[in-house]
Each structure stands twice: as structure tokens, then as C-alpha cells.
């Protein structure tokens, strides 16, 4: 039985910070790389942020500097810290993580930027 659950969603207001996380279970977790993804209505989904096996990152160029992407292997938990938000971060925000050719998603958690 292969799950995983986002949470942390909420609303924020623009400038503020918010922490989503991403537990797995039925994984060997520490084998995965894993993303963050978000989809905004009307948009594709598009690639936030990666984080590998080995804690190695990148991140997408509008949310590079403002975004950090870590693991706890222990925890099974992945984490996106989201500070200085901004309206255009307004999404549901889901991870996946892989291994070779095998990949798995959550069921997302939604992040609202407004006044």
C-alpha cells in the first residue's frame, strides 16, 4: 500500500510564508527523488522543485531564492518551505516521488495568496 498525503495548505496573505509537506508510506523513502508540482486553474501543471536520493535540488526560476525543498528520511516526509508569497503561487500543490521508471502522487493540498 503505496501513499502519499500532502498537508500545510491554507491561506496567506502575500508577503507571508507558509511550510506544505509530503508523507509517504509503502516506500523504501530514502530511494526517491521527489517534486513538488503545482496546478493553478486553468494551467498545466508545472514543476516547482526537486530534491534527489541524495539531497541534491533545483528549483523552477520563479520561485528560486524564495522556495526550499527538503527530506527527512526518518520522518518520510518531504517539505516545501514557501516564503515571500505572491498571488501567482496561488495553487494546489502536489508531490510525486520516483525511483527509476516507478512514480507515485498525493491527492495535492491547496495554497491560497490573498489579501
Known amino acids: 500500500q503505496v501513499q502519499l498525503v500532502e498537508s500545510g495548505g491554507g491561506l496567506v496573505q502575500p508577503g507571508g510564508s507558509l511550510r506544505v509537506s509530503c508523507a509517504a508510506s509503502?516506500?523504501?523513502?530514502?530511494?526517491?527523488?521527489v517534486g513538488w508540482y503545482r496546478q493553478a486553474p486553468g494551467k498545466q501543471r508545472e514543476l516547482v522543485a526537486t530534491?534527489?536520493?541524495?539531497?541534491?535540488?533545483n528549483y523552477a526560476d520563479s520561485v528560486k531564492g524564495r522556495f526550499t525543498i527538503s527530506r527527512d528520511n526518518a520522518k518520510n516526509t518531504v517539505y516545501l518551505q514557501m516564503s515571500s508569497l505572491k498571488p501567482d503561487d496561488t495553487a494546489v500543490y502536489y508531490c510525486?516521488?520516483?525511483?527509476?521508471?516507478?512514480?507515485?502522487w498525493g491527492q495535492g493540498t491547496q495554497v491560497t495568496v490573498s489579501s
Open positions: 510525486n516521488a520516483n525511483f527509476r521508471a516507478i512514480g507515485y
Open positions: 509503502g516506500i523504501i523513502f530514502s530511494i526517491y527523488a
Open positions: 530534491i534527489s536520493s541524495s539531497e541534491r535540488t
